[in-house]
């Protein structure tokens, strides 16, 4: 509201930029090393590349193919949490920082972009059980969610997990052939356990697997994550900028009828 369209888009693609910027240099000091310098940076042909760059000081090109082949699968995809809660801030107002940094916070939640910091975990156990049907049957049998399955508006595969999938077997990710057979016993067992509710190989499923290719540690990916989406939220919020109209939805009460404090068990009301 206090500033400008052009501000906006301004502030938005700065900050789209140093997002990758932070997120690079603080996983450079996470591993103790100095962070690649601008004339390194500079010599990167895309943004995956000069991230790479940033991070480690070298650009492995199967690396950059994976994270590049990620950032452009994830980099937008409707009306999901994040993004419906960059909008929100957007529209009361706030700058493009305090919006972005709201769907932030929403991104980070296991059923959103936290999923595949836990589908890493998920290979390793099947990887050493060696039984993908026993292990999905008993995230089942605890009513436990199987990370990377499922979504709130495709009844199908998600189409991302197709792309994503390919490019993990092209890069000749070692945890291929553990995903495939994970990925298979998990579906047959979902299929059983919702036999009318299509749950399917969602994007978060591979993306775990190709940033497992360019080395990205599981405690990393809900960040790879938001450098990716802050494409989608600059979007938004420049839209949502535009209407100018603050989203305020409504509730509807449906707790108790009013009570009187002493059925609450309070102290009576002098009259
Ligand atoms: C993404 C997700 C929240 C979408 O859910 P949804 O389609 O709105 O469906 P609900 O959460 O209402 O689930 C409907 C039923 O299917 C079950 N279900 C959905 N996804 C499941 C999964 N991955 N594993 C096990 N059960 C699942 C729910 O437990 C629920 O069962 P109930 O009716 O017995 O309680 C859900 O599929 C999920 O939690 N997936 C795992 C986390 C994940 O991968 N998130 C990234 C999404 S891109």
Not at 48 to 59: D, I, S
Not at 76 to 104: I, K, P, Q, W, Y
Not at 194 to 201: L, W
């Amino acid at each position: 509201m206090d500033i400008d369209d052009d501000q906006a888009r301004d502030d938005l693609g700065r900050l789209s930029a140093q997002m990758m910027a932070i997120v690079a240099r603080s996983a450079a000091v996470h591993d103790g090393r100095e962070p690649g310098t601008d004339d390194m940076v500079a010599r990167g042909d895309c943004a995956a590349e000069k991230f790479l760059l940033r991070w480690r000081g070298e650009a492995d090109p199967d690396h950059v193919k994976a994270i590049d082949t990620y950032w452009i699968c994830t980099a937008e995809h409707g009306m999901n949490a994040s993004t419906f809660t960059a909008r929100v801030t957007a529209s009361t107002g706030a700058d493009c920082g305090a919006a972005l940094s709201s769907a932030v916070g929403a991104l980070s939640g296991p059923l959103h972009g936290g999923a595949p910091a836990r589908v890493l975990p998920m290979l390793d156990e099947v990887a050493r059980t060696g039984d993908p049907d026993a292990y999905v049957r008993q995230i089942l049998s605890e009513h436990g969610k199987i990370m990377g399955f499922g979504h709130r508006v495709y009844r199908a595969e998600d189409p991302r997990s197709r792309i994503l999938k390919r490019t993990a077997k092209e890069l000749g990710s070692p945890r291929y052939e553990v995903a495939e057979a994970l990925e298979e016993a998990a579906l047959a067992a979902l299929r059983e356990y919702k036999p009318d509710y299509v749950i399917a190989t969602n994007v978060e499923f591979y993306s775990a697997v190709v940033l497992d290719v360019a080395q990205v540690p599981p405690d990393l990916t809900p960040a790879m994550f938001a450098c990716a989406r802050v494409a989608g939220w600059s979007a938004h919020i420049l839209e949502e900028k535009r209407t100018g109209r603050l989203v305020r939805p409504s509730a509807r009460y449906i707790g108790p009828e009013t009570q009187s404090l002493s059925e609450l068990g309070g102290a009576p009301v002098p009259s």
